[in-house]
């Protein structure tokens, strides 16, 4: 049995809880991976232009501080939704798992299907669907253009941010935890947004190269989600959590 955490440190107890260790690069490699993915890579530099009002030759001119405010308001409107939809996620697992596995089980199942329709498959959930609101152009609609961002549909970005959903039920769901990974995959979508903006040139030619390479980004993203599915489904990630957890009550001591 794991020691108790002193309940005044909310921090400390959704660490140990929830072993954020485990589920932390997760998270962030598949808000890498959407970031990279078909469904927004391409579009990397009309959001640029968009959220900051400025056309192609002042994007080229580089003025930074504008591009870099602009692209900060973008993300934070789509991190503000789906650290929202981690809270509430993780809320309703909390109240449906009670003392079982189950639903950990369950959404294995769900997250290699998501891997499925993250390579291509389905074509039903091919399709994107998005909400159809179009703020002004600028820096006053940045945060708007994120929102409605968040609250689409696309096949590259529901998929990662569902397995991410699905790995806060492991261990001890709490709205906590589903708070911290959400907002670490935001950390792994956005911050690319932010340092295209910092070197838009060097950026526009790295973006080139993942163009050219969508395919086998398809099949990363896909199959690292299909592997996490399984785990789930097998009992192993749960294993891992509790034997995680335990080294880190046992052998880590934090100032926390």
Sequence with gaps: MLPAVNPANPFAETVMNGSILLAAPI??????????????LPLVPGYLGYVT??????????????MLLGIALFVLGFSTVFVLVGIVFSQLTFWLQGDGEWLTRLLGVVVMVLGVVFMGGFG?????????????????????????????????????????LALSTAGSPSPGKGALLAFIYCLGLGLPFLLIALGLRRGMGALAFFRTHRLAVMRFGGGLLIVLGLLMVSGLWNTWVVELQTWFANDVRLPI
Excluded: K
């Design 53 to 66: 009002g400025l056309t192609g030759a002042d994007l080229q001119d580089q003025r930074r501080g504008r």
């Design 124 to 164: 039903f959930l091919q399709r994107e669907r998005r909400v159809h609101v179009r703020p002004r152009a600028g820096l006053w609609g940045a945060p708007v253009l994120g929102i409605t961002f968040g609250l689409g549909w696309a096949p590259c970005i529901g998929p990662t941010m569902g397995a991410v």
């Design 27 to 40: 998270a962030l490699l598949a808000g890498l991976v959407s970031f990279l993915s078909p469904c927004v």
